[in-house]
């Protein structure tokens, strides 16, 4: 199969005005993945299951990924003029990274029997109800997985023929699979609490028992 | 038989409280003298008492629903099915309406959005009903117990007769439960304050169907039910 690389590289051409984006990946496997513009994702989409080359006709899995404001600390090496002489400085920065949501794709061959290749797309933001683009019109097994999405993530996802919630009620509140989802203090008696849960546990305990 | 008694027995002569044995060492309250009975047995005459017969039948008669709801149900499919049999116990008769069955077998992981379906269930059964709780997930929520979806064990909701530990328990377990069942419905007397919840009037045989609320059920058990436990640690 082609590398991403190649795969970007003829994705420019077919849709030009896409913004693609080679994303790395540091664990072994080495799996790198295309980070394309909410924008143009339909129609990257449409060429990646039609082109006679790739053919990904099948879309395995859609899921969601949380990314929360962040800071980001950088290295700059910033020119200064001391006493007339210029020396280079290593300056340490820091930036808030905004926090987006992103959903990801793996998407595979039947017909030329390869794959994966994954395809992602970010919100620009992390409101309740962020917006994204669908990809249920290019591959119709979607459907459920990104209702999953829209109902644990919160991402909107446009273009959807039946955007519910799938997995938890209707009236539920809140999309429990982000990052600052707090679910109800409802801890009960565990017999052996460890971890997240004994800090639960410890909460808990009338306050003798606690000292 | 006299009186419309549930427990009218036939006089003997013998000492009263010398109990009938079953096969599997439970029980029966005859009242009738064991060495007598036999000797009638052989005779081709059987004695009985209705609370007896009643508790026999529906002991060997127990009829679940048809329902699953995880891993739990594949154990309880392959208790019903040849290898294991549970038709021995006559308990094989799967029904697909709640109309028509004895037994809730709560198989698999409660979540919070299923739980007011599976208390409707139970409310549709007619009396004499009885419930068994099957896995981890079914009585204590098992390894999603501190999550933010499943429920923490069906017995804050419903009336549950006997638990089976297990994840999943085997099927073996499901018939051991079973046979558990029914020592428990061979034992009950039918009349005295200890007779079943069926019998008692005014005692209730539905439940309140819990609510969906904003983030877990309304309310979150039923505390004529249930309590939460008391910790006590040192």
């Known amino acids: 199969m082609e590398t991403p690389e190649q795969i970007k590289s003829r994705l420019e051409t077919a849709v030009p005005d896409a913004k693609i984006e080679i994303l790395p990946n540091d664990c072994p496997v080495g799996e790198r993945s295309l980070l394309v513009d909410p924008v143009r994702i339909l129609a990257v989409a449409k060429f990646l299951r039609d082109d006679p080359q790739l053919r990904l006709d099948y879309c395995s899995n859609v899921t969601g990924v949380d ?43 039947m017909e030329l029997k390869h794959g994966p290749v994954v395809l992602r797309q970010r919100t620009t933001n992390r409101d309740a109800e962020a917006p994204a683009i669908s990809l249920t019109p290019v591959w119709r097994g979607c459907e459920f997985q990104e209702r999953e999405v829209f109902d644990l993530f919160g991402i909107r996802l446009e273009g959807h023929p039946d955007l519910r919630r799938i997995l938890m009620w209707d009236g539920f509140k809140g999309f429990p699979m982000r990052r600052d989802y707090v679910a109800p203090d409802d801890f009960e008696y565990e017999p052996t609490p460890h971890d997240e849960v004994l800090e639960q546990a410890q909460k808990h305990y009338p306050p003798e028992v606690k000292a | 038989m006299a009186e419309g008694s549930a427990d009218m027995e036939m006089k003997t002569g013998a000492e009263p409280g010398s109990d009938a044995t079953m096969p599997n060492g439970s029980t029966l309250h005859s009242g009738v003298d064991e060495g007598l009975r036999s000797e009638l047995q052989k005779q081709g005459i059987y004695t009985t008492s209705l609370q007896e017969l009643y508790n026999w039948g529906r002991a060997n008669s127990v009829w679940p629903l048809t ?102 328990p085997r099927p073996e377990a499901l018939i051991h439960a079973i046979m558990t069942l029914q020592e428990k419905i061979l034992n009950q007397k039918l009349t005295g ?3 079943p919840r069926h019998l008692v009037e005014g005692a209730p045989s539905e439940f309140p169907v819990p609510a969906c609320g904003e983030h877990d059920l309304e309310p979150p058990s039923n505390p004529e039910l249930w309590q939460p436990p008391i910790m006590t640690r040192k």
């Not at chain 1, 980001?72 to 920065?93: A, D, L, M, R």
Request: positive net charge; hydrophobic residues 45%; aromatic residues 8%.
């Open chain 2, 67 to 168: 329902f699953g709801l995880a891993c739990c149900a594949i154990e309880m499919i392959a208790a019903s099915m040849a290898r294991f049999d549970l038709a021995r116990f006559g308990a094989e008769v799967f029904r697909p309406s709640p109309r028509q069955a004895d037994l809730m077998i709560v198989a698999g992981t409660v979540t919070k959005k299923m739980a007011p379906l599976v208390v409707r269930l139970y409310n549709q059964m007619p009396e004499p009903k009885y419930v068994i709780a099957m896995g981890a997930c079914a009585i204590s929520g098992g390894p999603f117990k501190q999550g933010y979806n499943v429920l923490k064990g069906i017995d804050r909701y419903l009336p549950v007769d006997v638990s089976i530990p297990g994840c999943p």
């Open chain 2, 193 to 195: 304050p200890e007779r």
């Open chain 1, 67 to 109: 990314w929360p404001a962040a800071e980001v600390t950088e290295k700059i090496k910033v020119k200064q003029v001391v006493n007339g002489v210029e020396n280079e400085i290593e300056e340490v920065k820091k930036t808030v990274r905004p926090g987006f949501l992103e959903v990801v794709y793996h998407l595979y061959s």
